[in-house]
């Protein structure tokens, strides 16, 4: 299969996109691929890495997956600049790395939540095929409080399908959600679906969220499941388009805990017993 590199890549991007729209700055240094939008002057930034490792899994699926996600991310860009947020009805969660910007680039700071020590929750204006996060200059205009913001994602994220898909592995089951709906990760925080999932589970409920459009729910019934479920996270990781955290974590009485830390715990209560 045919591999190539970050400028190979964002010379495929350009060939698809008119140019005459956008302008492209390649950073080297840190490969990533910035589009500026000449009409609306807003723009948007690419991490090359995820979609090169996606690009050598499926070849032009991935170019037409990441073109896809930017003309539906401008067109969002330009209805918002034509109409306003009056056409907006669903403000969802949306799950980041910590590591994520708080702020826009014109410094506008984003409305968010603690998670856990991996994760933050952001909040988005639904747009139809994409969406906008939203930050506190936008808050006199959507005439909403930030607990008002917070209350609503929580019901709608409560609203979303949770159709999953069933894989077993070594002896371990892993359930999978993935509707490429923007919000697959989101779902980590529907509590309902998470206590319906638990009473399914025979071993260890571990829950992960390598990149926004997926959900891995394992039921890890042997030591070998851990180590299946750390490659395989590592794997979506790498692929994803927007990567969260390569870091799986144990659910347990409605409490995320990273699994780095039961293990340790594990440790020592084996030390104690001795």
Known sequence: MKQIKSEQLVSLLKQQLNEEKFDFEFD????????????IGKGMELSLPGILAKYNDKQGAAIDEVIYTIEQTFNA???EM????QAISQIYPVIRATSYPQASKEGHVFVTTEH???????YALDLGKTYRFIDESMLETLQLTVEQIREMARFSVK????????DEVAGNIFYFVNANDGYD???????SFLKDMQTKIEGDMTLSVPHQDVLIVGDIRNETGYDVLAQMTMHFFA???VPITSLSFIYEDGELEPIFILAKNRVKKEQEKQ
Not at 82 to 85: K, L, R, S
Not at 185 to 191: K, T, V, W
Request: proline fraction near 2%.
């Open 28 to 39: 080297k240094k840190h490969d990533k691929l910035r589009l500026n939008h000449k009409k």
């Open 77 to 79: 860009m330009e209805q």
């Open 82 to 85: 034509e109409q306003g947020f």
């Open 116 to 122: 856990t020590a991996e994760t933050r929750i952001f």
């Open 159 to 166: 609203q979303l399908p949770t159709v999953y898909k069933k």
């Open 185 to 191: 990760a989101s779902r980590i925080l529907n509590e």
């Open 239 to 241: 692929v994803g388009i």
